[in-house]
């Protein structure tokens, strides 16, 4: 195996990483401007409300999300000071708990996020096409650390 990439791979390497990032920051670029909630609100916020209906160890919110826990923990007290999130002590660690607030902000953002996802992502993918790139992306996805949920 050559120790760099030749031109076709290189090409797609770049692809890849440009067509990912471009549609990742379109996506939370219109639920940024709808909602004022940044992607990794967002990230947070679904988290908590969908896989801890409401309640969530903080240390399993940072595996989901693939985050160190001081870059949680530091985002959080952001998050707590706009009245999203709360925490409390518990045996062992610290529980995130999604406020009234946090809810209302989860259900407008979710439909804004889903048509964002479509009008950015599954609309420019050819119907026919659709299975195949989510079994490629599901192979490449299961190496990964984090939770796909936002």
Same mark, same amino acid.
């Given at each position: 195996?050559?120790?760099?990439?030749?031109?076709?791979?290189?090409?797609?390497?770049?692809?890849?990483?440009?067509?990912?990032?471009?549609?990742?920051?379109?996506?939370? #670029?219109?639920?940024? &401007? *709808?909602?004022?909630?940044?992607? +990794?609100?967002?990230?947070?916020?679904? $988290?908590?409300?969908? /896989?801890?209906?409401?309640?969530?160890?903080?240390?399993?919110?940072?595996?989901?999300?693939?985050?160190?826990?001081?870059?949680?923990?530091?985002?959080?007290?952001?998050?707590?000071?706009?009245?999203?999130?709360?925490?409390?002590?518990?045996?062992?660690?610290?529980?995130?708990?999604?406020? #009234?607030?946090?809810? &209302? *902000?989860?259900?407008?953002?979710? +439909?804004?996020?889903?048509?964002?996802? $479509?009008?950015?992502? /599954?609309?420019?993918?050819?119907?026919?096409?659709?299975?195949?790139?989510?079994?490629?992306?599901?192979?490449?996805?299961?190496?990964?650390?984090?939770?796909?949920?936002?």
């Amino acid at each position: 195996m050559e120790d760099r990439l030749n031109d076709a791979e290189m090409e797609l390497w770049h692809l890849w990483k440009q067509a990912a990032e471009a549609i990742r920051a379109r996506v939370a #670029d219109d639920v940024s &401007a *709808a909602t004022g909630l940044s992607d +990794p609100d967002f990230g947070v916020l679904t $988290r908590v409300a969908e /896989l801890g209906h409401g309640l969530l160890r903080q240390n399993e919110l940072a595996s989901s999300m693939g985050w160190h826990r001081s870059r949680l923990s530091h985002h959080l007290t952001r998050m707590e000071q706009r009245a999203l999130v709360t925490r409390r002590p518990t045996e062992g660690g610290v529980e995130v708990l999604i406020t #009234d607030q946090g809810r &209302a *902000a989860v259900a407008k953002a979710r +439909p804004l996020h889903a048509a964002a996802v $479509r009008r950015h992502l /599954l609309d420019q993918v050819p119907r026919e096409s659709l299975s195949a790139l989510r079994d490629v992306l599901a192979r490449l996805a299961s190496r990964s650390r984090a939770t796909p949920f936002d």
